[in-house]
């Protein structure tokens, strides 16, 4: 189990307080912690994919569609900056 690296989870964060606002980070920390009972450190690279599916899915829910998408998008072009 190899947990995702430290830079790429500051970097899912500071994206989710840009396209969701302050809130953002705390709201995908929640997600991991519901959808998988782990803090977003524990998360693995296997598990990211079901993340960023739950953190688009529940941020529209909050937020609205528009910022949902667009924090997949950035999110997910972060994931494939480290494929």
Same mark, same amino acid.
Not at 20 to 29: D, K, N, Q, R
Not at 52 to 70: F, H, M, N, T, V
């Given at each position: 189990?190899?947990?995702?690296?430290?830079?790429?989870?500051?970097? @899912? @964060?500071?994206?989710?307080?840009?396209? $969701?606002?302050?809130?953002?980070?705390?709201?995908?920390?929640?997600?991991? +912690?519901?959808?998988?009972?782990?803090?977003?450190?524990?998360?693995?690279?296997? +598990?990211?994919?079901? $993340?960023?599916?739950?953190?688009?899915?529940?941020?529209? +829910?909050?937020?609205?569609?528009?910022?949902?998408?667009? $924090?997949?998008?950035?999110?997910?072009?972060?994931?494939?900056?480290?494929?």
């Amino acid at each position: 189990m190899v947990v995702i690296a430290i830079t790429l989870q500051e970097r @899912l @964060l500071e994206a989710a307080n840009r396209y $969701l606002g302050p809130g953002g980070a705390g709201l995908v920390c929640d997600i991991a +912690q519901r959808n998988f009972s782990a803090s977003i450190e524990r998360i693995t690279y296997t +598990q990211l994919p079901r $993340l960023l599916d739950a953190a688009e899915r529940e941020a529209s +829910q909050l937020a609205g569609r528009a910022p949902a998408l667009a $924090l997949a998008g950035a999110l997910r072009r972060l994931v494939a900056e480290v494929d």
